[in-house]
């Protein structure tokens, strides 16, 4: 998650079983359409996850519905 600086937050998850997948979204900031959505097999986040964003914030983040460019990174 991206938050200001300064602010808190709280992630809380369930224990689920190992080949349970997690979804990854990204949506337009001008019109909430999905522009990207990634599903993956997490076992270790530090390793897992950052390929996931690089391969959005480098590829295409045009929205579908209005054409506007998802920021990437903000």
Do not use: T
């Given at each position: 998650?991206?938050r200001?600086?300064?602010?808190?937050?709280?992630?809380?998850?369930?224990?689920r079983?190992r080949?349970?997948?997690?979804?990854?979204?990204?949506?337009?900031?001008?019109?909430?359409a999905?522009?990207?959505?990634?599903?993956?097999?997490?076992?270790?986040?530090?390793?897992?996850?950052?390929?996931?964003?690089?391969?959005?914030?480098?590829?295409?983040r045009?929205?579908?519905?209005?054409?506007?460019?998802?920021?990437?990174?903000?």
């Amino acid at each position: 998650p991206q938050r200001s600086p300064g602010s808190g937050g709280v992630v809380v998850e369930k224990i689920r079983p190992r080949e349970v997948d997690d979804g990854f979204e990204w949506y337009c900031p001008k019109c909430w359409a999905l522009v990207h959505r990634v599903e993956v097999n997490v076992q270790n986040i530090v390793a897992d996850l950052p390929p996931l964003f690089e391969s959005f914030y480098k590829g295409n983040r045009q929205c579908p519905s209005c054409g506007a460019v998802h920021p990437g990174r903000g």
